[in-house]
């Protein structure tokens, strides 16, 4: 695709994300959210003895 083609699409993507919302972002923040939670759970540092 030329560049002429791809800022073609950019008024498509922003109506749906306004009709939808921004799905890719909503999902980038919950995955990062579960990867911190993850982490808190998987943390056996607490459990060491002398730390």
Sequence with gaps: M???N???LVPI???MVAEHGDVPTETR???EEI???AAEVL????FRPGD
């Design 29 to 31: 923040q919950a995955a």
């Design 35 to 37: 990867q911190r939670e």
């Design 43 to 46: 943390d056996w540092n607490r």
């Design 6 to 8: 791809t800022s073609g």
């Design 2 to 4: 030329t560049t002429a």
């Design 13 to 15: 993507y922003d109506s």
